[in-house]
């Protein structure tokens, strides 16, 4: 199927975990793409947002601005556009101790894409992820601007800035690490063509391990200033690591 559209708005959208249950976690998606081939002439995700609740098993919050995946492509084509994601997850409180999971973990993705994807214009994303609190076992925060998991590219036509940052204050017995990802490519090619300039930040309890990358390659290509051969002439500002 085909989605044609002008601009793709969204203020706020929130969902929120529930008190005092088993269950409390949240999610949240701001633009959940499957199987469309849709082309807006720019897009602005002003907020997506998912704020754990109080449970005894699990109050985890899991974000992503956009998700692109199966067989379908997102392209905006107004070159001009200032597009905005914005992704945040608080996790919530684990309030007893009964359950094997006790999940107070956060995770933020501002666009997680599993096809073809292109963006047109100026692209500003921006990734919150704080781990929970009580009686959890996992209290981990992870943040990345763009995941790419592909056999195809997902290529960013104009200045890309990407801040993603990941706090987990509390100690969870068996997990409280934060990562802070800027681009992390797993498989296909991500080409950024422009002007780049991502920020990490990651924090963890003392002692616990914590991670601030700003490219990531686990897989796949990420060119960033480059073609590939040769230097496309664009400024590159990378606060965090640069790991392949």
């Known amino acids: 199927s085909q989605l044609f559209t002008n601009q793709l708005i969204m203020k706020n959208v929130k969902a929120s975990g529930g008190t005092d249950g088993q269950e409390a976690q949240a999610q949240a998606i701001g633009f959940y793409n499957n199987s469309n081939q849709t082309s807006v002439a720019g897009l602005s995700l002003e907020n997506v947002e998912a704020v754990g609740g109080r449970g005894t098993n699990h109050a985890f919050a899991n974000v992503a601005g956009i998700v692109n995946e199966n067989n379908a492509t997102l392209v905006t084509t107004d070159a001009t556009a200032a597009n905005i994601i914005k992704a945040v997850a608080t996790a919530g409180t684990i309030s007893g101790t009964n359950s094997a999971t006790e999940d107070a973990s956060a995770t933020t993705f501002g666009i997680n ?132």
């Not at 704080?130 to 990345?144: I, Y």
């Not at 498989?187 to 990490?200: A, P």
């Open 113 to 244: 894409n599993a096809n073809a994807m292109t963006i047109k214009g100026s692209l500003n994303i921006t990734t919150i992820a704080t781990g929970g609190n009580g009686n959890a076992k996992d209290t981990s925060a992870t943040s990345t601007g763009i995941k790419n998991k592909s056999s195809s590219s997902l290529n960013i036509l104009g200045p890309l800035t990407i801040s993603a940052t990941a706090q987990s204050p509390n100690a969870g017995s068996l997990n409280s690490k934060a990562e802070a990802l800027g681009i992390h490519n797993l498989s296909g090619t991500t080409n950024i063509k422009d002007n780049l300039k991502i920020i990490t930040l990651a924090e963890s309890i003392n002692g616990k391990p914590f991670k601030a990358d700003a490219l990531y390659a686990t897989g796949g290509t990420i060119n960033a200033g480059t073609d590939g051969i040769t230097s496309l002439g664009k400024i590159v500002q990378l606060e965090g690591d640069v790991k392949a």
